[in-house]
């Protein structure tokens, strides 16, 4: 069954000198079952922390609007990537 995730690729990290730290991970939008889904958390992908659950949607459009109200409060670029469950 194909579900749709809010990812966000890989991107550069660097110090507060400007030096290079390297590529971060890939990340991801999770939740923690215990809170609840309405608590989301950016964690990374494929989901290692214990505790925590990928956020999945039935559709695009779905994922798109969740990755979107999060690129706004965040300022990242997260965005909707198809994955078979």
């Given at each position: 069954m194909k579900k749709f995730i809010c990812?966000?690729?890989g991107k550069e990290q660097f110090d507060s000198a400007g030096k290079s730290l390297g590529?971060?991970?890939d990340r991801a939008i999770c939740y923690a079952p215990a809170v609840?889904?309405?608590r989301l958390y950016r964690s990374s992908y494929p989901v290692r922390q214990k505790g925590l659950k990928l956020?999945?949607?039935k559709t695009e459009s779905i994922a798109q609007s969740h990755c979107d109200d999060t690129n706004q409060a965040h300022n990242d670029d997260?965005?909707?990537l198809e994955?078979?469950?």
């Open positions: 990812y966000s690729p590529i971060g991970n609840g889904q309405r956020k999945t949607f997260f965005r909707p994955i078979e469950i």
